[in-house]
């Protein structure tokens, strides 16, 4: 078959690992696959853990095949290690699978290193996505050994950089949702500036109920995992130091490991009665038309879909300022930016938008305006389908180009490229 032939209907193989229920990166996943499908693509998805797919494939008429490989278990291991066994056997896979460029849906500990090179091996385009904040790089230690006559080389800090590096040296183009997590792997990760990218998340606009200034009590609301590092206990400990006009009440659309230990806390601080546990919910949208406020507090945040489709629904938001979420809500214009893990300045954010209507009212629409104007689900789409046709029609014509870039050493300063402003990324130490 001809290659222009192929491209008419471009085939993209999408790996990821869901370990567990619906999530940001799930969220990401099936509105890709269906913007793609959308748009002429056949995907076929390298599926790890759970299958969040199902229903999409009823109705795609084949475009969406589900081909389980189990390559991560539930803690993300598996690929993590460049090991030449594992590498073939994603090498062979790519190869029968053929597809025209892969995705790779990727966390901060790059888990899915083998498989990217397994389809580079294949002679297969590669794009890689990151969905979460860089991790940070331990630093080179300090001190000398022999007797101080040797200094330390930090060569663990050297391997790790490497390891992370060498999977956005073999890909087309490393894409992200916000421009500080970009930054954050550039600096940490010598990620070379020219492949990167940044396309936010997408989110769809509902429609608005009629709202009224209410007398009763104000509420705030949390729809996601109810996991250890979201940090509910930090909204716990602030909504129990509250002392506004108006009674406050918590609802959590969600479940996880940490319920149990939350209900704990909740009855030592005498909030028990104050906060509702709905479970997990396919009405998304009922349950932010429900809320007043919708909070965040995980210190560690790429860009939030929880805290987007809250933009989205018109309501006044509070995030941490951590990772892209200040760009998220605009330095603080659509939405209230505190420090990570603050109880005190979390309670301050809480109190403002609980006893002023007009603030919590107009943060809302210029949250929803926002959401409108920067993340239109079909403007999203585009991009992505353009980022992948290029990676492409460019891997098809020139395979390995790649491999005089690959030889490079991340950790020179040769490989520097420049920041957005301008900046060079400090060398190594």
Known sequence: MARDERLSQPHLALVAAHPGAMGGMERFCRFLAGALIDRGWRITVALSGCDIYRGMADDDGGALTIARVDWLDETLAGDRDYRWPVIDLRRRWFAKVRPDAALFVQSSN??????????????????????????????????????????????????????????????????????????????????????????????????????????????IGYVGRVAREKRLDILFEAIARLRTQRPVRLVIHGQGAKR??????????????????????????????????????????????????????????????????????????????????????????IARLVDNDRLRNDMGARARKQAAACHDPATIGNRWAD???????????????????????????????????????????
């Open 110 to 219: 790059t888990p899915m290193r083998a498989s990217v090179a397994g389809a580079f091996l294949a002679r297969v385009p590669i794009v890689t996505t990151h969905r979460t904040m860089a991790w940070p790089v331990e630093k080179s230690p300090s001190g000398r050994y022999c007797f101080g006559l040797v200094r330390g080389l930090g060569l663990h800090r050297r391997r790790v950089v490497r390891k992370t590096w060498l999977t956005a040296a073999l890909a087309r183009r490393v894409v992200f949702n916000s421009d500080s997590v970009r930054q954050g792997y550039v600096e940490a990760y010598r990620y070379p500036f020219r492949k990167t990218c940044v396309i936010p998340n997408a989110v769809e606009l509902p429609e608005l109920s009629e709202t009224t200034v209410r007398n009763d009590a104000v509420t």
């Open 387 to 429: 980022v992948l046709r290029q990676a492409a029609v460019r891997g098809w014509k020139r395979p390995f180009a790649a491999v005089r870039r690959v030889v490079g050493d991340p950790m020179s300063v040769e490989s520097n490229a420049p920041m957005a402003d301008g900046r060079v990324v400090p060398e190594l130490s």
């Open 260 to 349: 149990t230990e939350l209900e704990a806390l909740s009855h030592k601080l005498g909030l028990a009665d104050r906060i509702e546990w709905r479970g997990p919910t396919d009405a998304i949208q009922d349950a932010y038309r429900r809320c007043d406020i919708v909070a965040l507090c995980s210190p560690r945040e790429a860009s939030s879909n929880m805290t987007l489709e809250a933009m989205a629904a018109g309501k006044a938001v509070i995030v941490p300022r951590t990772g892209g979420m200040e760009e998220l809500v605009r330095g603080g214009t659509c939405g209230i930016c505190v420090p990570p893990l603050d109880v005190q300045a979390l309670e301050g954010a």
